[in-house]
């Protein structure tokens, strides 16, 4: 059964940091590319970051510098390190197998696609 199950969402002030994780089961790491979404109320499913299978990294201008992307293969894990943390990136953020547009909000293509989608992890940076 494949299952990607995030942990690490939280409260935090401005300047701060979380760390994101997914829990990959049910695929390996060379069968996908890996991603991170977010959906801020109002905002389209954005994504944030991505991992591809040969270990190429991408992060988008709001992040860069920022985040950092990672994954460990003998764990099944992908993390999202966030520091420097801002008002605007608190949303509820995705861990993803599939790349998507993004004009759809990240519920909708969760929904019909269970198993490459976690189910979200809330991230609130607020003073």
């Known amino acids: 059964e494949v299952q990607l199950v995030e942990s690490g969402g939280g409260s935090v002030r401005p300047g701060g940091s979380l760390r994101l994780s997914c829990s990959v089961s049910g695929f390996t790491f060379d069968d996908s590319d890996m991603y991170w979404y977010r959906q801020a109320p109002g905002n389209e499913c954005e994504m944030v970051s991505s991992?591809?299978?040969?270990?190429?990294?991408y992060y988008s201008d709001s992040v860069k510098g920022r985040f950092t992307i990672s994954q460990d293969n003998a764990k099944n894990t992908v993390d999202l390190q966030m520091q420097s943390l801002k008002l605007e990136d608190t949303a509820v953020y995705y861990c993803?197998?599939?790349?998507?547009?993004?004009?759809?909000?990240?519920?909708?293509?969760?929904?019909?696609?269970?198993?490459?989608w976690g189910q979200g992890t809330p991230v609130t940076v607020s003073s």
């Open positions: 993803a197998a599939e790349d998507v547009p993004g004009d759809e909000p990240c519920t909708k293509y969760r929904d019909t696609a269970l198993d490459a």
């Open positions: 991992i591809s299978r040969d270990g190429t990294t």
